[in-house]
C-alpha cells in the first residue's frame, strides 16, 4: 500500500538545472520545517496530483489541500504565503492586483529562458524535443 502524499507540494521540473537549483533554495530557505514538499516531478505520481507532464514542463505547479492547483508565479506566491513568516507578504505581493501581471510576465521570461540561467542546460530548453 502507497502512502498518500502529503499536500502541500510544489512540483518542479527536476531535469533542469535552473529549476533544481531554485527549488533547493525555496526548500531550505522558505518551507524549510515547513508542511510544504518540494519534489521533482519526475519522482511523484501526476496522476495523484492532478497535474500532467505537459503541464510541469510548461511551468512550475502548486498542489494544495483540496488539490487546489496553481501554476507559475501563482504557484511560487502560494510556496511563499506557505513558508516562513518572513516570505508571506512577498507572495501576497504575487497575486496582488495591479502586480500580478508583472509577476505572471516576469514568471514566464524566466521559464522560456531558464536555459540560459545559471544552472540552466539544453535540457531546460521549453521548445526543444520532448525527452522520452
Not at 3 to 21: A, E, Q, R
Not at 50 to 61: F, I, K, N, P, S
Not at 110 to 126: D, E, F
Request: hydrophobic share 45%; with cysteine; aromatic share 10%.
Amino acid at each position: 500500500m502507497n502512502k498518500p502524499l502529503s499536500l502541500p507540494v510544489l512540483v518542479f521540473d527536476g531535469d533542469c538545472g535552473f529549476c533544481t537549483t531554485s527549488a533547493r533554495f525555496l526548500h531550505r530557505w522558505v518551507v524549510s520545517g515547513g508542511s510544504t514538499r518540494v519534489a521533482p516531478w519526475q519522482l511523484l505520481n501526476l496522476d495523484e496530483l492532478g497535474l500532467t507532464e505537459d503541464q510541469c514542463r510548461a511551468a512550475v505547479q502548486w498542489v494544495g489541500d483540496g488539490g487546489r492547483v496553481a501554476s507559475g508565479h501563482a504557484a511560487i506566491a502560494a510556496t511563499l504565503r506557505a513558508g516562513h513568516l518572513i516570505w508571506r507578504p512577498v507572495g501576497a505581493l504575487l497575486v496582488a492586483p495591479g502586480f500580478s501581471w508583472l509577476a505572471a510576465r516576469l514568471y514566464a521570461w524566466v521559464a522560456a529562458h531558464r536555459y540560459a540561467l545559471p544552472g540552466g542546460t539544453p535540457a531546460c530548453r521549453m521548445d526543444g524535443p520532448t525527452p522520452s
